[in-house]
């Protein structure tokens, strides 16, 4: 349950923080992590516009995995669910590079494959720990 703790931990730090600057900062922000020219003034209104509606919707998956945090064996269910939207993000994130190719700038190439590796390995491997170890505690009766 400690690689669940930890990771939940990790994943809520780095979306309350990336969030709350998507919100904050928007479009522009993303010349953080290699974007290129879309986070180049002038911005276009729409795209700034996703930027901060997606960073508030990650800020708030943030606080939703430190709330569970507090009882997971209340809110597990709800837990597992923000496992399965960041791994379905990180599946999204493949197709991108499927479909659109590989980052070429600055950091975006480590960005991406840092992002990849928390949500299809890191992610994923903590819903396992979390599913096994909820499993052994119904099993021995533990469960409410």
Not at 2 to 21: D, E, P, Q
Not at 74 to 86: D, H
Not at 109 to 115: E, G, T
């Amino acid at each position: 349950m400690k690689l669940v703790k930890i990771t939940t931990a990790l994943l809520s730090l780095i979306a309350l923080l990336t969030g709350a600057m998507d919100v904050i900062v928007g479009v522009a922000g993303q010349a953080n992590i290699g974007v290129g020219a879309a986070a180049a003034a002038p911005f276009d209104p729409v795209l700034d516009s996703q930027v901060r509606f997606l960073g508030a919707v990650w800020l708030g998956l943030g606080a939703v995995q430190l709330f569970c945090l507090g009882d997971l064996r209340r809110y597990g269910a709800i837990l597992q669910l923000c496992f399965a939207i960041v791994v379905l993000g990180g599946i999204g994130r493949v197709l991108s590079l499927i479909q659109v190719g590989q980052p070429t700038s600055g950091t975006g190439p480590s960005f991406i494959l840092v992002a990849l590796a928390i949500e299809l390995v890191l992610v994923p491997l903590a819903w396992l720990t979390f599913r096994r170890a909820t499993f052994a505690d119904e099993q021995m009766g533990l469960t409410r």
